[in-house]
């Protein structure tokens, strides 16, 4: 082992520049993510030039859906562009620029490096910019063209919807980037993990729910609010500034529409300005709270920690969970779900749309009374939707960054997972699928749903703890036991498919029985072959064993 | 080469270090020396301009620590307690990116990391054909000390360098810190692994809730208290040797 040498020239013959690596590396690490199940890299890494021709392809292919916008006025056109251009960037930028702008590893990597926090965050900005005004080209490919063919289109549009597409994406970025130097500069460096964690979820979750109901909102309330430049509640739409720019410069030229689109252009310069400028000042002072948050000694916390593990111990839970190990699994997901920003953002954000899509066909529908008409019609099939939520519950409570220290799991003297399965399952029941179904409910009331069709949610709710076993028949809802980036998406995403189509069957079936009178008939029925698949179910998630890491 | 005075880091109404002052010439090994939270870990990254002193000043290679942060970070290398690396990158897409940042081009860079990895008894083939999650914790630990030394930095910081390190690696370690000293590099080595900084180290410094205990060369102290050993130095000096007595009781409850 020979020493190498130390004094040896390094002299630069072609420097690259700092800011050119840190863009590399931050573009790299954006595509790849940040930790990977390394056991499973056995071969040459994949280029990211290849996993982001598979993202632009996959949002180019999503943007197909303008192609049902054909002959539509450049208004309609664009705000549908905009809005699902906001949803799909806002989501993409929400969840991954607090992991991008504040990590608390890359201080031990980058901190003592020849780079100013100004250059980081440059960096960071440009990978930010880079990636939402691709993805935001990639949607809005065969928009360009069909804008085209609108009824007041031209050539025209085209060009002026590039623009206002670039705008929007700055928009969107520079949003994200804006609520986190504020986060910071309002709330001390004590309180910034969580204000930033809740900030971030509450954008994502608002992103995802805003983009699925505006829509509908707008296709319901429309026709009487007159979906023109020029009404009120317009205003309060981002994506409408945008379409403004577009009806203004390729369709109408309407005197609304150029209000708006000043508005755009102008909301979109402060927020440039406000983000990148004025608080990016800021973002020095907010790595250094980042660093010191290792060092720092935080007050007792108050959390439901000391609460929950009283309700552990009483019943019913104590019923329900009736070992150690359960109890230790249960404990430990309700501290996930409630403390680790990560977990956080995975699983709330990740439920939004489950919880978002049931209710989507009541703002399209209308009630025109009886039980197997209007509204009610949709009640089964609705809560038969919401019973894939513990499914991708466990799901995503199984993934997380530190999936290491789940290793301890198979150290200890358990025969398999099944325990920590159920912990977990019990845990998902209580603190997710129940707040859930008790909001749904209370929706269901508010948009009119009658008492007795509030029966027609019972063959989805007694099916749901037999949907909530399916992940345990494999051991795959052991918590925070695997990687993010190392699940088997497309398996998980069949049977969650698998899931749907017998959820809506079964609504299929239990609104012909309340029609026909069989419907008591039906839920004693159901109940039975639902316990009895339940207890082989349990069985078979009881017996099952480690499988060998690989 | 180092001098820092009156640095002090105070997380809110916590003192981690309190007015701490030493100065290390070119060419010392020192060894920093304290117990879990003495404030080892804190003092290095305010050396090393990750974390900004509440008070006091430090000089690196006669730049200040507060005024010129960036001309610091060009003259040391650190290699930090946690050895985190971006674990989605290849062993060498990290250190040509680390070398980048220093302005050290591609080719420039590679060679020297060929030094590096031959000197670490590490295939290049693993370098470029897995990404650093899948290294063992001594694997990340090598390329971690070469990104800290792959810039020829005049002054090293190491917390804890010989974590995870096999044997022949942590001999062949010590051997080149000593080899860098001679060169005229300072290395600040703070280790629990008290025999091997009274082996390599020229002078330690103790310290024990962010206050200096002790600082002289090792035989000197170890001397002058009387102690036998380093270890027994250090035990004494920050409390250690009731340790011995509680570890006596504790074990008498397996007995039950």
Redesign the interface.
């Known amino acids: 082992m020979s020493a190498p040498s130390p004094s040896s020239p390094l002299l630069p013959s072609r420097a690259p520049t700092p800011e050119r690596a840190l863009g590399k590396l931050f573009l790299t690490l954006f595509l790849r993510g940040r930790a990977v199940r390394g056991l499973k890299k056995a071969g040459v890494p994949k280029s990211v030039g290849w996993k982001l021709k598979l993202i632009l392809g996959f949002y180019a292919f999503a943007g197909c859906m303008a192609l049902t916008s054909l002959s539509q006025p450049v208004f309609t056109l664009a705000i549908y562009l905009h809005a699902m251009t906001l949803l799909f960037l806002g989501t993409y930028i929400a969840s991954s620029a607090g992991e991008m702008l504040f990590n608390k590893e890359e201080a031990d990597i980058l901190g003592h490096r020849p780079v100013t926090s100004k250059a980081l965050l440059r960096a960071k900005i440009q990978v930010l910019l880079r990636m939402s005004l691709w993805m935001a080209g990639a949607f809005n490919l065969v928009g360009f063209f069909v804008g085209v063919a609108a009824s007041d289109g031209g050539w025209f549009f085209p060009v002026s919807h590039a623009f206002s597409t670039v705008l929007q994406a700055l928009f969107c970025t520079g949003s994200v980037v804006l609520v986190y130097q504020l986060c910071l500069r309002w709330f001390g460096r004590e309180r910034l993990d969580t204000v930033m964690t809740a900030a971030q979820v509450l954008m994502t979750v608002g992103f995802v729910v805003g983009s699925q109901v505006a829509p509908q909102l707008i296709a319901r309330f429309g026709r009487q609010m007159h979906v023109q430049p020029d009404a009120w509640w317009m205003w309060l739409l981002p994506p409408a500034w945008f379409a403004g720019l577009d009806d203004a410069l390729a369709g109408s030229h309407g005197k609304g529409s150029w209000a708006m689109a000043v508005a755009g252009v102008l909301l979109t310069v402060l927020v440039l300005w406000l983000a990148f400028g004025k608080l990016a000042q800021t973002y020095g002072a907010g790595l250094q709270a980042v660093n010191e948050a290792t060092g720092s000694t935080p007050g007792p916390r108050k959390s439901g920690r000391g609460l929950l593990s009283q309700l552990v111990h009483a019943p019913p839970l104590r019923w329900w969970l009736r070992d150690s190990v359960s109890r230790a699994s249960f404990l430990l997901a309700t501290a996930y779900l409630m403390r680790d920003r990560d977990t956080k953002l995975r699983v709330f954000p990740g439920l939004a749309p489950m919880l978002v899509m049931p209710l989507i066909p009541f703002f399209s529908a209308s009630d025109n009374g009886g039980a197997f008409s209007g509204l009610s019609i949709l009640v089964p099939f609705s809560s038969c939707y919401l019973g894939i939520l513990p499914l991708v519950a466990l799901g995503l409570l199984e993934t997380s960054q530190q999936w290491r220290a789940a290793e301890i799991f198979r150290a200890a003297p358990t025969p398999g997972p099944a325990s920590l399965c159920h912990g977990a399952r019990v845990a998902v029941m209580c603190l997710l699928v129940l707040p859930a179904l008790l909001l749904y409910g209370v929706i269901l009331w508010l948009v009119g749903i009658g008492a007795k069709q509030f029966a027609l949610m019972l063959p989805g709710l007694i099916l749901l703890p037999v949907y909530a076993l399916i992940p345990c028949l494999r051991g795959h809802a052991v918590p925070i036991s695997q990687p993010p980036e190392g699940v088997n998406a497309a398996g998980r995403g069949l049977r969650q498919l698998v899931v749907m189509f017998v959820s809506l069957a079964l609504g299929g079936v239990s609104l012909w029985a309340f029609s026909t009178g069989w419907f008591v008939w039906f839920l004693l029925g159901e109940a039975l072959i639902a316990a009895v698949v339940y207890l082989l179910m349990s069985r078979v998630a009881a017996s099952v064993r480690w499988s060998s890491l690989e | 080469m180092i001098s820092a005075h009156n640095l002090t880091?105070r997380?809110?109404y916590?003192t981690?270090v309190d007015a701490l002052s030493f100065v290390v010439p070119a060419g010392q090994i020192v060894g920093f020396l304290g117990p879990n939270g003495a404030g080892k870990?804190?003092t290095l990254?305010m050396l090393?301009?990750?974390?900004?002193p509440t008070d006091g000043t430090a000089t690196i290679c006669g730049f200040d620590l507060r005024r010129d942060t960036?001309?610091v970070?060009?003259h040391?290398g650190?290699v930090?307690e946690?050895g985190?690396?971006?674990?989605?990158?290849?062993g060498l897409?990290y250190l040509v990116?680390?070398a980048?940042?220093?302005?050290?081009?591609?080719?420039?860079a590679v060679a020297?990391i060929r030094?590096?990895i031959?000197?670490?008894?590490l295939s290049f083939e693993t370098l470029?054909?897995?990404?650093?999650?899948?290294?063992s914790k001594g694997m990340k630990h090598k390329v971690v000390i070469t990104a800290a030394?792959l810039?020829?930095p005049p002054v090293v910081f190491f917390d804890e360098p010989l974590d995870g390190l096999d044997a022949?690696a942590a001999v062949?370690f010590k051997?080149?810190i000593q080899?860098?000293a001679r060169?005229g590099?300072t290395i600040v080595y703070s280790s629990h692994i008290l025999d091997v900084v009274e082996r390599v180290c020229d002078r330690v410094i103790i310290i024990d809730k962010g206050r200096l205990l002790a600082d002289g060369r090792p035989d000197e102290l170890i001397a002058a208290r009387n102690a036998g050993t380093l270890e027994r130095l250090f035990t004494d000096l920050t409390g250690g040797a009731e340790l011995e007595r509680r570890a006596k009781d504790f074990a008498m409850t397996f007995r039950s």
Not at chain 2, 48 to 52: A, P, S
Not at chain 2, 84 to 90: D, I, N, P
């Open positions: 880091k997380f809110g916590q981690a870990s804190t990254k090393t301009g990750i974390v900004e960036l001309e970070k060009r040391i650190f930090p946690s985190a690396v971006f674990e989605s990158l290849t897409e990116m680390i980048a940042l220093y302005g050290i081009p591609e080719d420039a020297r030094q590096f031959a000197f670490f008894d470029t054909d897995k990404l650093l999650g899948a290294y030394l810039h020829n022949n062949g051997a080149l080899t860098l060169e590099k």
